[in-house]
């Protein structure tokens, strides 16, 4: 009778996939909870009139961010998002069976390495 503790591997192989699975999660709750909210307030409620534009002027956004705030906000909105997103690519594509392997692994997390990296760029620009 084989016990329960034969087959566990004492020694598993080193993954990164906790990292990637981490920000896919962190991207699609981002875009899930925040997004919509953001594209409300900026798409509809304003233009209509509702808050008023003022509320936005050149200032009031430029306060908002270059506070730590505002710019972890603007980072996280364009950064978490486009992990999410080339994550569902990256496993879309083995799904679909191309097989990129590295080379898909690398393109696919760089650009939203880059991504993430511009928006970081862009922020400091600011201060």
Known sequence: ??????RVDRNPARSDEPIWWGLFGAGGSWFA?????TILVLGILVPLGIIDSEALSYDR?????????GALFIIATLALPMWHGMHRVY???????????VVGKV??????????????????MLF
């Open 91 to 101: 496993h879309g594509m083995h799904d679909l069976k191309l097989h990129t392997g």
């Open 107 to 124: 393109l696919c997390y760089g650009v939203a390495g880059g991504i993430s990296l511009l928006a970081v760029v862009f922020i400091i």
């Open 61 to 69: 956004v430029q306060d908002f961010a270059t506070s730590i705030i």
């Open 1 to 6: 009778m084989s016990n329960h503790n034969d």
């Open 33 to 37: 909870m925040i997004s919509p909210v």
